[in-house]
Each structure stands twice: as structure tokens, then as C-alpha cells.
T-cell receptor
Framework: EAQVTQNPRYLITVTGKKLTVTCSQN?????MSWYRQDPGLGLRQIYY???????DKGDVPEGYKVSRKEKRNFPLILESPSPNQTSLYFCASSLQGEKLFFGSGTQLSVL | QKEVEQNSGPLSVPEGAIASLNCTYSDRGSQSFFWYRQYSGKSPELIMSIYSNGDKEDGRFTAQLNKASQYVSLLIRDSQPSDSATYLCAVTRTGFQKLVFGTGTRLLVSP
């Protein structure tokens, strides 16, 4: 089954404790992206990757890191999480960055 | 001015009626336009794409695009309670293959 898999589904952590949210797709898509979704602000892009070893900032990259060492994986790293990073996070992939397939989301709470 | 604007709603329609969802965008060079549906607690899923002026129909859904007015709409005919969801308008930025999302319109279809 074609899918984008994110883990974990829910995560509660404390300020400053490094965490990684994993994302994997099995559709051989070149483009992958991370979004955060907040009430009243909608989906905002954090980082995106056009291909392996090619990443670029989206609209809200501060406090986040990504890497794209393999085509299928695109982890999101929060090195020192803060409460303003409490949000619903979505990973997405596509062939060329337009018709996106989304993962099931990760609800992150930073205390 | 937001890049992609939608009325947050909720838009309430009775079962069987036509629901009309609207979206305006600011980047005159945008070329690709999408409607995503998001059920509460779920990830967005693509339901319509449109690239040229005019109407595009797919089942009960019709997307309408007017580039001169920078306006995109989604019509849902014979609305069903299962159509109750948030509908996200998404637009590509000029020169980039990445999407910008509106904040979404919540649709409620009452039996």
C-alpha cells in the first residue's frame, strides 16, 4: 500500500530535550516536506527536500533541522524544543511538490 | 495580505444542497491550484486540482478557476453529511514547486 508513515503519532516532551520525528514514504517520491498546523494559521511549511541531499527552508524553519540521506526518509529534528513548537506536524511527499500525499500526523506537546 | 485567503466558516448547508467554497490568492504568477479535504483529526487528502481557467468537474465536485480575478472555488453538489470537513485551498508559488495553503473553510452538512 502506497503511504507516508510518520512516527510517533503522539509525543509529549519537556523543553530542551532533543527529539526526532521520523517520516518514510514507499512511493519513490523525490519531493518531501514537513508542515506544522496550528489553529487559525493553517498549514505552514517548515522544510522541504527536492531530492536526496537537497533540502531548503520553508516559511517557518527556525528551531528545526532536517536531513535527506535516503530517498524514502525525511526525519524532522528538534534539537531544543520549546513550548511554541507545540503543534500538529505533517510529513508529505509527492513526485514534483504539488499533489501531496500526507502522513497521519504527529501531535507534539512541549511542556 | 495573506497569500491564500479563505473564509474560516463554518459554512452550514442542508443535505442535498450545493456547497460553495471560495479562495483568493495574491501571487498573480501562480499556476497550480488544489483543494484538499481534511476530516477532524485526520491528514489532508487531495480531492481536486485545476490548472487553467474555467471549470473542472469530478463527480459531485467542481473546481472553478479565474486567474484574472485570482479566485478559485469548489462546488459540492448534493452535499452529504460525510462531506462535513475542513476544505483547504492550496496554490503554488511562482517559480517554486511548493504549495502555500489557506487556513481552510469548515463545512457542516446537516441531515
Amino acid at each position: 500500500e502506497a503511504q507516508v508513515t510518520q512516527n510517533p503519532r503522539y509525543l509529549i516532551t519537556v523543553t530542551g530535550k532533543k527529539l526526532t520525528v521520523t517520516c518514510s514514504q514507499n512511493m519513490n517520491h523525490e519531493y518531501m516536506s514537513w508542515y506544522r498546523q496550528d489553529p487559525g494559521l493553517g498549514l505552514r511549511q517548515i522544510y522541504y527536500s527536492m531530492n536526496v541531499e537537497v533540502t531548503d527552508k520553508g516559511d517557518v524553519p527556525e528551531g528545526y533541522k532536517v536531513s535527506r540521506k535516503e530517498k524514502r526518509n525525511f526525519p524532522l529534528i528538534l534539537e531544543s524544543p520549546s513550548p511554541n513548537q507545540t503543534s500538529l506536524y505533517f510529513c508529505a511527499s509527492s513526485l514534483q511538490g504539488e499533489k501531496l500525499f500526507f502522513g497521519s500526523g504527529t501531535q507534539l506537546s512541549v511542556l | 495580505q495573506k497569500e491564500v485567503e479563505q473564509n474560516s466558516g463554518p459554512l452550514s448547508v442542508p443535505e442535498g444542497a450545493i456547497a460553495s467554497l471560495n479562495c483568493t490568492y495574491s501571487d498573480r504568477g501562480s499556476q497550480s491550484f488544489f483543494w484538499y479535504r481534511q476530516y477532524s483529526g485526520k491528514s489532508p487528502e487531495l480531492i481536486m486540482s485545476i490548472y487553467s481557467n474555467g471549470d473542472k468537474e469530478d463527480g459531485r465536485f467542481t473546481a472553478q478557476l479565474n486567474k484574472a480575478s485570482q479566485y478559485v472555488s469548489l462546488l459540492i453538489r448534493d452535499s452529504q453529511p460525510s462531506d462535513s470537513a475542513t476544505y483547504l485551498c492550496a496554490v503554488t508559488r511562482t517559480g517554486f514547486q511548493k504549495l502555500v495553503f489557506g487556513t481552510g473553510t469548515r463545512l457542516l452538512v446537516s441531515p
